[in-house]
């Protein structure tokens, strides 16, 4: 199974200008995943033409997908995504902890069935702060706990791999480690992550596509 995590940024072009709706679509259809995990995405917005970012892809690609708003933003939400060529079931939409005056972040938590096999799959984007994000890391794992195996938490951890690494393990996931993710036209470090509960990174790619300011992180697993 092929899986993937990208934050969009709404679908701004790499370069900083207007991303389009096709370019949209064209990015997430070359990662070719069978789960699709995405963040920042637009529902309603006006910025983006109040259109349904989610709804669109899933079209194109023939997917099933969740949308999770974190906040109510220009008349319409934003929040993260959950796309796969199969069944979503027990979705559940999750705020995490805030502070004074930082942005909403939650998680979206669902069951993914594809070819017949079920995965306990939860998408997130942590804030920006340092010490909010490693504790909404925790809320994040908190949220998976006592569903059942396989496991996979996708998303844009905003923390460095260092930072990561001893929660995912304490967890009892095998964090992918990738090149770097952020910034999109010269990455210097990876921020966007898969994390594996029960399942084998057997091939990692991360790539970079015509919108957004991150890269798409793509991972290809098999049972443990």
């Known amino acids: 199974m092929r899986i993937a995590t990208f934050n969009i940024q709404h679908g701004a072009a790499a370069d900083g200008g207007v991303g389009t709706p096709v ?9 070719d ?3 699709l995990a995405l963040q920042e995405v637009d529902r309603g917005v006006s910025r983006t033409g109040r259109a349904d970012q989610v709804a669109e892809v899933a079209e194109a690609l023939g997917m099933t997908y969740t949308f999770g708003a974190a906040r109510k933003l220009d008349g319409g939400d934003y929040g993260n995504a959950l796309l796969v060529r199969g069944d979503l079931a027990d979705v559940r939409v999750l705020a995490l902890e805030r502070r004074f005056r930082t942005e909403p972040r ?3 938590t669902a069951t993914a069935t594809i070819d017949g096999v ?9 804030g920006v702060d340092n010490a909010l994000a490693r504790h909404q890391l925790m809320q994040t794992f908190d949220a998976m706990a006592g569903t059942p195996r396989p496991r996979i938490v996708l998303g844009d951890f905003n923390l460095h791999p260092d930072e990561v690494l001893p929660t995912t393990t304490a967890e009892g996931y095998d964090l ?3 090149a770097p993710t952020f ?5 210097k470090v990876q ?9 084998v990174a057997r091939d990692v790619e991360v790539i970079s596509t015509r919108i957004s300011d991150h890269r798409a992180l793509v991972v290809d697993v098999a049972g443990s």
């Open 176 to 178: 992918v480690l990738s």
């Open 106 to 108: 939650c998680i979206v």
């Open 191 to 199: 921020i966007d992550y898969a994390a594996l509960g029960g399942l």
């Open 23 to 31: 370019e949209l679509v064209e990015a997430c259809q070359g990662l």
């Open 33 to 35: 995943a069978d789960l």
């Open 183 to 187: 910034p999109n036209l010269e990455p």
């Open 118 to 126: 079920a995965y306990a799959v939860g998408v997130t984007h942590l």
